[in-house]
C-alpha cells in the first residue's frame, strides 16, 4: 500500500539516530520487502542498506537471506544489488550470491560484483578462486578484470593463489590492467614478496613510463629489506 511504503521510508530517517528503533524498523522492512519483493527496490536501497551496521546478528542473517533470494529485476541494476548483497557480505548466502554474479554471462553483473568485492577487503577471501578465474580469462572486459585485481590486493592471506595471477596480468596488453595489477601487488606487502623480482624489472623499464612509478611503490611496499 502507497501509504505504508511511505510511513516506511519516513522511518528510514531514523536510522542510526534512534538506537532503540534500528531493531523494530528492520523487522518492519525486512517484513515489506518480503511482502512485496518486487516494489522493494528503492527501499532495500534507502532503508535496508543503511540499517546493516545497526542490525543485531539475527536480523542480519535474515536480511542476507532475503537480498540473496531475490532476483536482479528487482534490485533495479547490477550495482544496487552488489551494493545491496556486499552490505551483508559477512552472511554466506550474500557472498555465495555474489560469487555467482562474477560467473554471470552479463559483463555488467560481473563488474558490478568484482567492484563490490574490491570495497570489501579480507572479506572478500571466499571469492579469491572466482575473483583469479576472471584475471585468468584472456576475453574477460577490462571494466572486470580490473576491478577484480583491486579486489584481490585486499586479501593477503591469499595471496599464494593470487600473486601468480597479478602477475601474469602484467603481460596484459591494456595499461589499465597492468597498473591495477602494479597496485593490488602493492596493496599485498609483504604477502607479495615473490613479485619482488617482476616489481623490480618493470620499475627499471625506460619503456614502462606510465608504471615504473606504481611498481617501485609497490617494491617499497613488499618490504624487501625485511
Do not use: M, Y
Request: charged share 25%; hydrophobic share 50%; proline share 6%.
Amino acid at each position: 500500500h502507497p501509504e505504508r511504503w511511505l510511513r516506511l521510508k519516513a522511518l528510514a530517517g531514523l536510522i542510526g539516530r534512534a538506537p532503540s528503533r534500528n531493531a523494530e524498523l528492520g523487522a518492519r522492512v525486512l517484513k515489506a520487502i518480503e511482502d512485496a519483493p518486487r516494489e522493494a527496490g528503492q527501499l532495500i536501497e534507502t532503508a535496508l542498506v543503511p540499517l546493516a551496521p545497526h542490525l543485531g546478528e539475527a536480523l542480519r542473517a535474515r536480511a542476507g537471506r532475503v537480498l540473496a533470494g531475490l532476483e536482479l529485476a528487482q534490485f533495479g541494476t547490477p550495482a544496487a544489488r552488489a551494493r545491496c548483497l556486499v552490505a551483508f557480505a559477512d552472511q554466506a548466502g550474500a557472498l555465495e550470491h555474489l560469487r555467482g554474479d562474477l560467473g554471470s554471462g552479463d559483463v555488467t553483473r560481473r563488474e558490478a560484483a568484482a567492484s563490490e568485492l574490491a570495497a570489501v577487503g579480507s572479506r572478500a577471501a571466499p571469492a579469491v578462486v572466482d575473483l583469479v578465474d576472471r584475471l585468468g580469462d584472456p576475453g574477460e572486459d577490462e571494466r572486470v578484470r580490473v576491478p577484480a585485481a583491486e579486489a584481490l590486493g585486499g586479501v593477503p592471506e591469499a595471496a599464494e593463489l593470487s600473486v601468480p595471477a597479478l602477475l601474469e596480468l602484467l603481460d596484459s596488453p591494456r595499461a589499465k590492467e597492468r597498473a591495477a595489477a602494479l597496485q593490488a601487488l602493492g596493496s599485498l606487502g609483504r604477502a607479495a614478496r615473490a613479485a619482488e623480482e617482476v616489481l623490480a624489472d618493470v620499475a627499471a623499464d625506460p619503456d614502462e613510463v606510465e608504471h615504473r612509478a606504481l611498481a617501485a611503490v609497490g617494491r617499497a611496499h613488499l618490504d624487501v629489506s625485511a
